[in-house]
Nanobody
Framework: QVPLVESGGGLVQAGGSLRLSCAVSGRIFSVNVMGWYRQAPGKQRELVARIISGGITNYADSVKGRFTISRDNAKNTVYLQMNSLKPEDTAVYYC??????????WGQGTQVTVSS
């Protein structure tokens, strides 16, 4: 069973919206931090947003005011609502979670392409 299953990527025009989802396998317990990273061609992977179990969120400056991260603890799922998308948001987006035991898991990645 795949630890993390991502969905929601795709192609959208600039100014449009997408919602990413990441469902955590039932075999993983004590999820503490849930987050999204992205990696554009030729660039390093970077943090987009993360949410800690208490609800505290962090965002990259480049997405503040446009992206919203949320989590449904009952479903063990994290979401990333992306609005006002820009071509520079084009990247492969990866879900990441960290348990209270400091184990980290990565999703397989989902492509987001924003056309100008």
């Amino acid at each position: 069973q795949v630890p993390l299953v991502e969905s929601g990527g795709g192609l959208v025009q600039a100014g449009g919206s997408l919602r990413l989802s990441c469902a955590v396998s039932g075999r993983i317990f004590s999820v503490n931090v849930m987050g999204w990273y992205r990696q554009a061609p030729g660039k390093q992977r970077e943090l987009v947003a993360r949410i800690i179990s208490g609800g505290i969120t962090n965002y990259a400056d480049s997405v503040k005011g446009r992206f919203t991260i949320s989590r449904d603890n009952a479903k063990n799922t994290v979401y990333l609502q992306m609005n006002s998308l820009k071509p520079e948001d084009t990247a492969v987006y990866y879900c990441n979670i960290e348990t209270t035991d400091r184990y980290a898991y990565w999703g397989q990645g989902t492509q987001v392409t924003v056309s100008s």
